[in-house]
């Protein structure tokens, strides 16, 4: 059964219209993170949380932010897409920072019109 | 900041090889993970490595964590069609650090 669950799997959402991607878990991990990938690369990691700690990348750009209601939800918001944020959005889960091994979703791809 | 490499970039083999991939840092890392993502997924943990000079396996897959501390290889043995994906190594290098990725090998496997 997955256990890193994201929703929905593609998006569509139109240049500059907010758009809400959704990661749940049950593992119960303290961190998740929010990832970026476009084509032919590595994962770049945008924000994570510990806990309620929010920890934000210091080359993320203002556009995205993230809330993490409860331990198992956690939601990356694009407030105004641009082009060049169609890639595919990874969500992962990891019980610390350090040390420890990531879990990843399946991942979300968002497509700009 | 730290990097890690992994190359090339791609690689082709015959099914029933066996391939080995190495990545390599010029960092000391204290833990190795190595992930295989298919197209449309997300990356797959594979291997976890903690101690230097472990050697883990997992089915027809073998990895080690350098003694160095400086590099870590998967061993992919007598390869299948279904073994086709990118692989990524990635790590950590001390408290509290956020995870390391190589760029990724993209592995094909001629039936």
């Known amino acids: 059964d997955a256990m890193v669950i994201q929703n929905p799997r593609y998006q569509v959402t139109q240049f500059g219209k907010p758009v809400t991607l959704s990661c749940s878990q049950t593992?119960?991990?303290?961190?998740m993170y929010w990832y970026q990938q476009k084509s032919s690369q590595a994962p770049k990691l945008l924000f994570h949380?510990?806990?309620?700690?929010?920890?934000n990348e210091a080359d993320t750009p203002d556009n995205f932010q993230s809330r993490r209601p409860n331990t198992s939800f956690c939601f990356l918001d694009i407030r105004s897409p641009g082009l060049g944020d169609a890639a595919m959005y990874l969500c992962?889960?990891?019980?610390?920072?350090?040390?420890?091994?990531?879990?990843f979703g399946d991942g979300t791809r968002l497509s700009i019109l | 900041g730290q990097q890690l490499n992994q190359s090339p970039q791609s690689m082709f083999i015959q099914e029933g090889e066996d391939v080995s991939m190495n990545c390599t840092s010029s960092?000391?890392?204290?833990?190795w993970l190595w992930y295989k993502q298919e197209p449309g997924e997300g990356p797959v943990l594979l291997i976890a490595l903690y101690k230097a000079g472990e050697l883990t396996s997992n089915g027809r897959l073998t990895a080690q964590f350098g003694i160095t501390r400086k590099d870590s290889f998967l061993n992919i043995s007598a390869s299948i069609p279904s073994d086709v994906g990118i692989y990524f190594c990635a790590g950590h290098t001390g408290a509290n650090s956020k995870l390391t990725f190589g760029k990724g090998i993209t592995l094909s496997v001629r039936p």
């Open positions: 949380y510990y806990d309620k700690d929010f920890n």
């Open positions: 992962a889960t990891s019980r610390e920072v350090s040390k420890q091994p990531q879990h």
């Open positions: 593992l119960n991990h303290n961190v």
């Open positions: 960092s000391i890392f204290n833990t």
